[in-house]
Structure formats: structure tokens, C-alpha cells
């Protein structure tokens, strides 16, 4: 009798694992974040060029330190970047007057007509910043593109979406920067 | 409906369901009442389901021969332009053929079973176990997961195989090892839960399947050591094992089916471990088809995994019912399995092959916990952690050197009782060919522990083939009065068995060599090579002649030349190149390899072939003896299937040494 | 046909280029992919960030590379990169907390495994020393039977053997 709870025990645990592995879905892209509640790294790109007169040549993240910053990575070969961008424009456009936009280009190197036209072709009015080595996306962690930061005024990290952002979540994750 | 290949392939695979249903029922009905008709009827019935099955199989290959884009499996997998040989392979390259093949070998070997092997008490039972496995492949073929649905509208191309599974001929060859593999496994499996059921525990089931045994072990250790060529050749990066979780979980049966196949000859001469070689066979069983569920369900990631959707909750819930109903079996006759164990002496051959049951448990059960173990962190507090190849290499080196010293001195050892004083002499032996081995190894500079120690143990397990040999052919030529190279011969044809095996642990030795040469002392570079000049690797000279693109069927390659020089004189002309299949934007690396038998030079292309560059970034692997590994394979392989071909004599076989003075007819 | 054929191949040729062309053309030495092979590279499935040619894996190897110029251990760099992604990036579970278990368990499950083998051990090497008790009267046969046989054989010394259980 006990042999056969042991067994039964065995493979009930199993079975629960992989019923909980089933249920969650794909593993690996929704890694959490190790930067939760830490101060956000720093950095110093250059600038696209139609934002040069408002922001200069190079854009550093410590000028503009005290705002809620979003921060979007994006890639001009991701898919999913281009479904995000309308939304990410809106919401700037909705509220950029409180929260800074930044929009940061990655992994793909030497690819400034290709970003230039990701831009032009969703009008971005926030600032869009070129990071040819990738290693602000190493320095934030990224697994992949696209991945959107949302930053209290305090410079922490609140939240970190991955995958392409929608109304609802920049809204809703918009509105917890400013409460 | 119209008649298209879709709906044909349907109808056989739905046929073949049908019929493997009914085979099912009638066998049980049949060996229950004990009714020879109905069993007769079961086993016929097993054919009809290997025709049916062969057929939805022909048809799937006519489809992507034809291009047929109408078959949704075709539509999702295959391209026009692809060659031949890959579309042919397409058939495994995705989840539903995978599954389709799998079922198409579990029918043929159910029909061999029933048609072909002798009456026995136990064949009906099994025949019925193996229907029930059937039943559900099949089942997942028809109704889960049908890769025959017609599409509406057919697409005028398909987005062709996985680039990586196009690369290379291997994939024409280490899918269909590994489920002959796992199917020829299942075969003493169903033999064992018909000797439960019959109330036959004893070592019939064993012996009734020990050729089929040996045949899936053999095809499943191939399957492995060939997918290891694969990943060397096409992944890159020189290596080829990457403890990634479906390479473990093909890994794991092959643990427990190795434990077994030395565990069922304590029971044949001792008539001991019966409940461990159940439970072993049980185990090597529940494994593969969980195996089978994390590879195809999503659980867990890797880079062989292919697919997620219905299939999951599906292998899943065989899993369970699988693992419920055997063990349920094994529980409700335990009393027949129960060991009345005695064992004459701790260090005695029936000692070693359960200290070789505990160790490869053991090993098991640390692939196992590893490979689930990001699972189980995640389940209990949401971290995400990763349990890589660091982990797994620390934790089973010492036990792999412990199986090397096993290995040697196991069979050395007699039943019931070593003798002090023969075994003392032995290990003397044994370990001067170790002291000298590593001695040698030492002088020779090396000094990572566990090569030094792979070397030692390779010189105790010569030591020991040596000595066994020696036992058993020298006392033969004395008595016969021949020459030691003709009763060697003799003694090679005669006791198939002892010499198959024999030669099987001589190839284990020779891959552990490879093993541990090529991982403790490979070097590993990028280089940047100018084109035109010569740059220095070791004892070589690399030189970039070139850039090159070529196009083949269905694939783009651009490349570089590289010529490869040793004491001034060219010696290869290596091609390290990029393949991009059809419209897939996934490039694969393909790297170029210099094969010798002390080492490996390997190059991968790394980074951009800009043509209107000076010069190209290359990676650059030596390894050594990594040839090894893969001679150590086929040396394996002969020896198993030394073992497997039916002595000369009939009657010699049996006969002991030395027990009649004259010789043989 | 032929210069259709021909136009591809050099549409292919550029489009390899433009997808291959994302790796920073250094040379690396073979502690980085020592290291690397310690790494998970974060974009791809499961592989490390020494063998994969991902281009986040190429610009971390180029990383390490410039931090191993720095001076920086094997600890500082694989430090580096845990504390921006977390023990997940690690191919070697860090040994604390919960994670500790992945290095305890097999350890534990060697030691239960060898505990295991000794106490099955000595129970099947008592059953084999084991007397198996005989009654009485089976015994007096038995030796009665010896006796006889006994006084047609040659006299020895020895005294008549004891039933061997």
C-alpha cells in the first residue's frame, strides 16, 4: 500500500508540473526583469536626425532625469515592432507632455536608412536614438525586440512589457507612472 | 468529397485506426476467453493496420513529391523548389509526419510480432500492449493532430523545412534510428506486462525478447552518436552534445535501457532482479513516451523542439496512463516480482551489475532533475532560472568515470563468489594498465583530472578486455591443440555473445577517449584571415583564397575559400560557408571540416563574406579524437550486431570451456 | 532563364550579406567562449552564448572580449551579465536560495542510492548465510543416512559433515 502512494504520489507530481507547464505557455521571452525597482542604466546615443534641433546631437538619459520615461526597443526587421508603433505614437501625442518617449534602435548595426524610414513611416514625435552596438540592450537586459520600459521619475524601473504594447497596456501602465 | 490525396491519406489513417481498434478489442477479448479465433483475428488484423498505415505513409510522400499543396502538411512544410532528398525527409520534419512515422514503425514491428515470431504463451498479451500503443499513435494521427486536412485554398508555395533540417543528410537517417529505437524498446516492454498479466514473471519475456531488445538499444545508441555528428556538422560550434532537454530525454531511455540489458542476466543465470528489471523496462517505456511529450507539448525549450498546440495535453495524458497502468500491474503482482534476493557475495558478478543498475539510475535521475528543474523553480516561485551544460557535466563526470572502472572490472568477475585470489591477481593488472595509461598521460603534459583519469581507465579496461580474452581463448588452444589466432576465431564465432560484448565496451572505451580528448583540450578562436596570406593555427596556415556563392536546389551558399597548409605543403581546401533556404530569412552556418585522426580542424564562417572586404572573420576549432567518438560508434554498432547474428553451431554455444577435451566438429 | 538564375543568386548574395552582416569584426580569443559557453544568449532557444551565432550572442562575445582586455575574472563577467538578466542567463544555476536544491538533489539521491545499495546488500547477503531451519526428525534421517554411507567408506578422521543450509 505504501508502495503504491509513493507511486501514485510520483506521478501525481509530475503530472501537476507538466499540466502547470502546459498552462503558462511558451517559456523564455517573459523572463522578469532583474532591474524591478532598480535604478535604470544610463546612456549617451546619438540622435536621429529630425530630432536634432530639440535634442542635439546625442541624447543622455541623465539630462532628463525626474520625468516617467517609456523607453521602447525596436528593430526595423521586427515584425511585431511595426504593430506596437501607432500605439506608442498615440500615447505619446496623448501624453507627452508629462512623460518623455524614447524610443531606442537595436540590434541591427549600420541600419540608419532603415530606421530613418521605420520613423518617417510612423512619424514619430518623440525622440528616436540609434544603439548600433547593442549594448544598451545588453545593459537592459533585452531578450529580444520589442521591448518597452516604463520608468518612474525617480529613475526606477516599474514595469517592463515584452512584446509589442497595445492602447490598453500603454494606458494603463502610463497612468501608474503619473499616480 | 472529391478524391484528393488529403482525403485518401485521411481515409487510411482513420482506416488504420479503426483497424487497430478492433485489433485491440479482439486481442484482449481473445486472451482473456482464451479464444483462438479472436486471436488469430487480432493478429491479422495487425497486418491489415501496417498495410493501412503504409499506405497513408505513401500517400504523404506522393504529396510532397507532387507538390501536392492542397495537403495542409505539405502546405506548411514543404516548397517547389527544395530537392528531392528534402522533400522525401519532410515526411519526419514536422510534429504530424513525425508522429505519422513513428506509427508507421510501431505497425511494422506489431505485424512482425504477430505474423512472424513463434506461438508463445506470452505473444498474445504483448501483441495486445502493442496495440494499445498503437491504438494511440494512430489516433493521434487521425484525430489530433491530421497532417492530411485538405486546405481550401491551397497556397501556391510552402515556406519549405526547417533551414537547419535541410542542412544535411543526416536528417535523412537520426530520426528514423531514434524511433526504431524507441519503437524496437517497446517490444520487451509489452512482453514484460504480458508476463505480468499471464503470471509468467520468470525469464521467458526476457529471453523471448532479448534480440528485440538488443536491436532497439542498438538503433537507439546510433540514434544518439549520429545526432551528435549532426549537431558537430551543422550547429557551428564544434560541439556535439549540448545536454539540451530533448537530447536528455532521448538520453534517459537509453540510461535505463542500458541498465536493463546488463540487469536481465542476473535473472537469466540467477534468477535475481526480477522486480528491478520490470521496473527498469517500465522505466525505459514511461521515459521515452515522456520523452516524447516534452519535445512536442512546448513545456520546456530547446532548439529539436517542434511544436506545441493539442499534442501536448494528449502525450501527456498517455504518459500518465501509461506510467498508472504498468506500475498499477507491477504493484498488483509484486508478490511474482518480489526478489527472494540472495547474493552470495557483495563482490561477485551479480554484485557489479547492481551497482550498475544504481549507478545508471542514478545518472538518470540527475538528467532528469536537471532538465526539470527550471520547470519546477518556475512552478513553486516564478523565477526563471537555466540549467545548461555546466551543471550537467559537473554532475555526471564522476559517475561516467565510475561506470568506466565498473566496466572493466564487472566482467571479470565470476557469479556467486570472486575469488580472493584470482581477483587480486586481476586487479593487479588492471591497475598497472591504468598506472601506466595515466602515467603516460602525465608525462606526455596533461593535467585536467578527468582526460588523465579517461586515460587510465582506458588502460584498466584494455587491461581487462585483454585478460578476459586471454581466459577464455588461451586454456581453449591448449585443450584443442590449435594456434591462439584460430581459437580466437573460433571463439569470436562461437560465443557470439561474450565477444559481442567485448566489443561493445572496447567501442565505449574508444568514445570515451574521443570524449575526453575533444572536450578537455579543444582550442577555440576567432580569427580575422586576410585574403592571400597565410595566418598561423597551431601547426597549420590558414589562407583565404576567395570569397564564393553558389546556388543549389532551393538554397543560396556564400563562402569563403580556405586553403589549409602543414609544413609548407597544402593539405586541404576547406569551404566554410552560409546556407539560406528558399524565402526563409534563417541563414545556417555550415562549417567546413578537416577530419584526421588525431583531431578535428573546424572552421565557421563568423560574421559577413563581404565580398569587397580584405578580409573574413572565421571561427576556428581544433579538436581532438573527436573522430573517435564516431569510430568508437561503429565499433559499437558491430559488436551489437556481432552479438544479435545466431552462433554457427548450434550446440557449441552452450557448451563451456573446456568441458570436453576434443574439439569440435 | 539563365539570367534569372543569375539575378537571384545575387539577390540572394546581397540579402545574406544585409542578414549576416551584424557582427563586429574583432578577434576573440578562446577564453571567450570558455565564458560564453557559461552564458545563455537571450534571444535564442536554448543556446549558449559561445555557440550561437545570434547577434546579441556575437556582440556579447565581444563584450566579454573587451572586458577580458580590461582585466576582469570569469566571476566579474558572468556578474556583469546576471545583474542585468537575472540568474536566468546563467547556464549554471546559482547555488543559492531554491536553486541550491538542482546541486543538493543529485547529491542527496547519490548518497540514498549507495545507502540504499549497502543495506540491500547486506539483507540478500543475510538471506544467502541465513541457516534455513530443518525439523528434528529430518535431521536424524539425514544423519542416519550419513552414518550408513559412512561405515562403507574408508575411516577418515573427520568427523560426520553437519547439513549445509
Redesign the interface.
Known amino acids: 500500500m505504501k508502495?503504491?502512494a509513493v507511486?501514485?504520489a510520483i506521478?501525481g507530481g509530475l503530472?501537476a508540473?507538466?499540466?502547470?507547464?502546459?498552462l503558462?505557455?511558451?517559456?523564455?521571452r517573459n523572463?522578469?526583469?532583474?532591474?524591478l525597482n532598480r535604478q535604470v542604466?544610463g546612456f549617451d546615443l546619438p540622435v536621429y536626425e529630425r530630432y536634432l534641433a530639440e535634442y542635439g546631437p546625442r541624447l543622455d538619459l541623465a539630462d532628463h532625469a525626474g520625468r516617467p520615461m517609456v523607453i521602447n526597443f525596436w528593430a526595423s526587421w521586427c515584425g511585431p515592432c511595426y504593430a506596437e508603433a501607432p500605439h506608442l505614437e498615440a500615447a505619446q501625442r496623448r501624453y507627452g507632455e508629462e512623460v518623455l518617449f524614447i524610443g531606442i534602435q537595436t540590434?541591427?548595426?549600420?541600419a540608419r536608412a532603415a530606421g530613418r524610414a521605420f520613423i518617417d513611416r510612423f512619424d514619430f514625435t518623440f525622440p528616436n536614438v540609434i544603439d548600433d552596438?547593442?549594448?544598451v540592450?545588453?545593459?537592459?537586459?533585452?531578450?529580444?525586440v520589442p521591448e518597452t520600459f516604463f520608468v518612474r521619475a525617480d529613475g526606477t524601473l516599474a514595469y517592463k512589457h515584452v512584446g509589442p504594447v497595445d492602447a490598453e497596456v500603454l494606458t494603463e501602465r502610463v497612468e501608474a507612472l503619473l499616480r | 468529397m472529391e478524391l484528393s490525396l488529403g482525403t485518401l491519406g485521411s481515409a487510411a489513417s482513420a482506416l488504420a485506426l479503426g483497424l487497430a481498434v478492433y485489433a485491440l478489442i479482439a486481442g484482449i477479448a481473445g486472451s482473456v476467453r482464451r479464444d483462438a479465433r479472436l486471436q488469430t483475428s487480432a493478429r491479422l488484423t495487425a497486418v491489415a493496420v501496417f498495410l493501412a498505415t503504409t499506405t497513408a505513409v505513401i500517400v504523404m510522400q506522393a504529396a510532397l513529391l507532387t507538390d501536392d499543396f492542397s495537403v495542409k502538411y505539405v502546405a506548411e512544410h514543404s516548397r517547389i523548389d527544395s530537392p528531392i532528398w528534402v522533400k522525401v525527409v519532410t515526411l519526419w520534419a514536422a510534429l504530424e509526419g513525425s508522429v505519422l512515422l513513428w506509427a508507421w514503425l510501431l505497425t511494422g514491428y506489431t505485424a512482425v510480432l504477430a505474423v512472424a515470431t513463434p506461438n508463445h504463451a506470452l505473444r498474445a498479451w504483448a501483441l495486445v500492449v502493442m496495440q494499445g500503443v498503437q491504438v494511440f499513435f494512430l489516433g493521434v494521427v487521425a484525430l489530433v493532430a491530421n497532417p492530411f486536412i485538405v486546405l481550401a485554398n491551397p497556397p501556391f508555395d510552402g515556406p519549405g523545412a526547417n533551414p537547419l533540417l535541410q542542412n544535411h543528410w543526416m536528417m535523412a537517417v537520426h530520426p528514423v534510428l531514434m524511433y526504431l529505437g524507441f519503437v524496437g524498446l517497446t517490444v520487451p516492454f509489452a512482453f514484460a506486462m504480458a508476463a505480468l498479466i499471464t503470471r509468467r514473471p520468470g525469464t521467458e519475456w526476457m529471453q523471448l525478447t532479448r534480440r528485440w531488445t538488443l536491436a532497439g538499444w542498438g538503433f537507439l545508441t546510433a540514434a544518439i552518436i549520429s545526432g551528435g555528428w549532426w549537431s558537430y556538422e551543422v550547429l557551428g560550434w564544434g560541439g556535439y552534445w549540448a545536454w539540451d532537454p530533448v537530447e536528455n530525454v532521448s538520453f534517459m531511455p537509453w540510461l535505463t535501457a542500458t541498465a536493463f540489458i546488463h540487469s536481465v542476466q542476473v535473472q537469466e543465470r540467477r534468477r535475481m532482479l526480477k522486480s528491478w528489471n520490470v521496473l527498469l523496462i517500465v522505466l525505459t517505456f514511461s521515459l521515452t513516451i515522456l520523452g516524447t511529450f516534452l519535445t512536442r507539448s512546448g513545456v520546456v525549450s530547446s532548439v529539436h523542439a517542434f511544436g506545441d498546440g493539442p499534442v501536448g495535453p494528449v502525450f501527456l495524458g498517455f504518459f500518465v496512463l501509461v506510467t498508472l497502468l504498468s506500475l498499477g500491474l507491477v504493484a498488483w503482482r509484486w508478490d511474482q516480482v518480489r526478489d527472494r534476493a540472495e547474493l552470495d557475495a557483495a563482490v561477485s558478478r551479480e554484485g557489479a551489475f547492481l551497482l550498475v543498475n544504481v549507478l545508471f539510475l542514478a545518472l538518470t535521475f540527475m538528467v532528469l532533475i536537471g532538465t526539470l528543474f527550471p520547470l519546477i523553480v518556475e512552478a513553486v516561485n516564478g523565477a526563471r532560472v537555466t540549467v545548461g551544460a555546466p551543471f550537467f557535466d559537473v554532475v555526471s563526470l564522476p559517475m561516467w568515470m565510475l561506470v568506466l572502472l565498473l566496466m572493466g572490472i564487472g566482467p571479470l568477475l565470476p557469479w556467486r563468489k570472486a575469488e580472493t585470489q584470482t581477483l587480486a591477481r586481476n586487479l593487479g593488472w588492471m591497475t598497472g594498465g591504468f598506472a601506466l595509461a595515466a602515467g603516460g598521460a602525465l608525462i606526455f603534459g596533461l593535467r585536467e583530472i578527468y582526460p588523465v583519469l579517461t586515460i587510465g581507465l582506458a588502460g584498466w579496461n584494455l587491461v581487462s578486455l585483454g585478460l578476459l580474452l586471454a581466459g577464455a581463448v588461451v586454456p581453449r588452444a591448449r585443450l584443442t591443440g590449435r594456434g591462439l589466432a584460430a581459437t580466437t576465431m573460433r571463439y569470436a564465432f562461437e560465443q557470439r555473445r561474450k565477444v559481442g560484448s567485448m566489443v561493445v565496451h572496447l567501442g565505449v572505451i574508444v568514445v570515451a577517449l574521443g570524449i575526453a580528448a575533444s572536450s578537455g583540450y579543444r582550442t577555440d578562436v576567432q580569427m580575422r584571415l586576410p585574403y592571400g596570406e597565410p595566418v598561423t593555427f597551431n601547426q597549420y596556415e590558414l589562407q583565404a583564397l576567395a570569397p564564393f556563392s553558389e546556388r543549389g536546389a532551393g538554397r543560396v551558399s556564400v563562402g569563403v575559400e580556405v586553403a589549409v597548409f602543414q609544413d609548407g605543403r597544402q593539405v586541404d581546401l576547406l569551404r566554410p560557408h552560409i546556407n539560406a533556404f528558399g524565402n526563409n530569412s534563417m541563414t545556417v552556418p555550415t562549417a567546413a571540416v578537416r577530419y584526421t585522426l588525431g583531431h578535428d580542424l573546424y572552421l565557421s564562417v563568423a560574421g559577413a563574406v563581404d565580398p569587397t572586404a580584405d578580409s573574413v572573420i572565421i571561427r576556428v576549432i581544433q579538436s581532438p579524437l573527436v573522430t573517435w567518438i564516431w569510430f568508437g560508434a561503429v565499433i559499437l554498432a558491430l559488436g551489437t550486431v556481432w552479438t544479435l547474428v545466431p552462433a554457427r553451431s548450434p550446440g557449441a554455444a552452450t557448451v563451456p570451456a573446456g568441458a570436453t577435451g576434443r574439439a569440435q566438429a | 532563364m539563365s539570367r534569372f538564375y543569375r539575378t537571384g543568386v545575387l539577390a540572394g548574395v546581397a540579402a545574406l550579406l544585409l542578414g549576416v552582416a551584424l557582427a563586429q569584426d574583432i578577434v576573440l580569443d578562446p577564453r571567450v567562449f570558455e565564458i560564453g559557453n557559461e552564458l545563455r544568449c537571450p534571444t535564442c532557444v536554448a543556446e549558449s552564448v559561445g555557440e550561437s551565432n545570434a547577434s546579441i550572442a556575437r556582440e556579447m562575445r565581444q563584450i566579454i572580449q573587451e572586458q577580458l582586455d580590461e582585466g576582469r575574472t570569469r566571476a566579474e563577467i558572468l556578474a556583469f551579465f546576471q545583474d542585468r538578466y537575472g540568474d536566468w542567463i546563467l547556464l549554471s544555476p546559482p547555488r543559492r536560495g531554491v536553486l541550491l536544491l538542482v546541486w543538493l538533489v543529485p547529491i542527496a539521491a547519490l548518497l540514498v542510492a549507495a545507502g540504499g545499495l549497502v543495506l540491500m546488500v547486506r539483507r540478500w547477503r543475510a538471506a544467502a548465510d541465513a541457516v534455513v531451519p530443518v525439523a528434528g526428525e529430518d535431521l536424524a534421517r539425514v544423519r542416519a543416512a550419513l552414518a550408513g554411507t559412512e561405515a562403507d567408506a574408508p575411516t577418515s578422521d573427520a568427523p560426520a559433515p553437519a547439513p549445509r543450509p
Request: hydrophobic fraction near 40%; glycine fraction near 10%.
Open positions: 508502495r503504491v507511486v501514485v506521478v503530472t508540473l507538466f499540466l502547470f507547464g502546459l503558462r505557455g511558451a517559456p523564455d523572463v522578469p526583469s532583474n532591474l542604466p540590434q541591427e548595426r549600420d552596438d547593442s549594448r540592450s545588453i545593459a537592459y537586459g533585452l531578450f529580444g
